[in-house]
Each structure stands twice: as structure tokens, then as C-alpha cells.
């Protein structure tokens, strides 16, 4: 039996990169983009739930590794903490300022976002509209079962609450100025 090395070659060539998940199409940057945002807005969702499982599972659709793990206890301990302070966030949109693709190998991504999230944040028998705005670089791999892009790396850059235009008066009562106050945020995304 004569073996052709230069086929066999070829045939392992195929069946790698079958293997590896590369489709050999191009990549089309705004429909990956387009599930970028869908899949990183969705992680706010688990602000919705208050069942660790529920949580977890949100976060999963998002995160896979380690990744998945430390965002999970972020936000079950902020989640908790919001609850024992009587406070409930309503997230009610997301802008996304600029996506960049820093880094695309044939393994992983590594994107930039900067974003705004618009919020309700409800407690004490009262209500607050927040913005929150966000820096991050993700780095995102392909998860072998679903073959979705996952986040396994989380580098926040910064994060700054902005308070809505406050008005301020003098004794008589005239509109002397107004004030954005811009804060620090503590809390995750």
C-alpha cells in the first residue's frame, strides 16, 4: 500500500483546523461587535435575580474559567450588600461610547469598551436616576461547548458615577449655577 504524505498531510491539516473551531471565513468585526454588545450588556441582567443559581447562570452566557467564578461572587456580594441596604437597580439602557479590537489572534480577543449605563436605583422610599460610566479592557476566547465568544479576562480601567446637574440657590432664592458632580464607583460594571 502506497501512502501519499503530501494528502495525508493536507487531510491532518483539515481535521486541525476543524478541531481548533477556525471556520476559515473571514471575520466580520460588526457582526462580532454587534455580539459583543449582547453579550456584555447581558450581564447586567443578573441584577434582575437574586438566586445564586439564577446569577450564575446570567453570568455564565458571559463569562467562562476563573473568569466566571470571580464574577460571580462580585456580584452575588454586591447584589447581597444592595439588599441588606434596601436598595434595588433597575438597569434601563446601555451606551457603548467606542468598542475597539485591540488584539485579535487566532485564539482570543481583546477589546476596549468604554460605556455608559443608565440606571434606577430605588431605596428608602425613594428613587435615584444614575449614570454610570465605564472603561474595560476584555479579553474573549470561543468556548469549546457553544462555540460563543466568552469573556476570561476582565481589566476594569476606571469607573465614574455622574450625578445628575444639581441647582443651587442663593438665600433668595435665584438659580445662582449648576454642578455635575462626577464620583469614583466602587461597585462592579
Not at 485564539?107 to 460605556?115: D, E, G, S
Request: aromatic letters at 14%; one cysteine or more.
Amino acid at each position: 500500500m502506497v501512502i501519499n504524505r503530501k494528502r495525508t498531510g493536507i487531510i491532518i491539516l483539515v481535521i486541525t483546523i476543524l478541531a481548533s473551531g477556525w471556520s476559515g471565513g473571514e471575520f466580520n468585526e460588526e457582526e462580532f461587535i454587534n455580539n459583543l454588545k449582547e453579550l456584555h450588556g447581558n450581564i447586567y441582567k443578573a441584577f434582575d435575580y437574586s438566586e445564586d443559581n439564577e446569577i450564575y447562570n446570567c453570568l455564565a452566557y458571559s463569562f467562562m474559567g476563573e473568569e466566571l467564578e470571580e464574577q460571580f461572587f462580585v456580584f452575588l456580594r454586591t447584589i447581597r450588600e444592595f439588599e441588606a441596604q434596601g436598595y434595588r437597580n433597575y438597569i434601563q439602557k446601555i451606551d457603548y461610547e467606542k468598542i475597539i479590537i485591540e488584539k485579535r489572534r487566532k485564539k482570543y480577543i481583546k477589546v476596549y469598551i468604554k460605556w455608559r449605563v443608565f440606571g434606577l436605583v430605588k431605596h428608602l422610599l425613594h428613587e435615584h436616576n444614575r449614570i454610570n460610566t465605564y472603561e474595560a479592557i476584555y479579553k474573549l476566547k470561543k468556548c469549546r461547548v457553544d462555540k460563543d465568544w466568552k469573556v476570561v479576562r476582565t481589566q476594569i480601567l476606571s469607573g465614574e458615577r455622574i450625578i445628575f446637574p444639581k441647582r443651587y440657590y442663593d438665600p433668595d432664592g435665584i438659580q445662582v449655577d449648576e454642578k455635575i458632580v462626577i464620583e469614583k464607583v466602587r461597585q462592579p460594571l
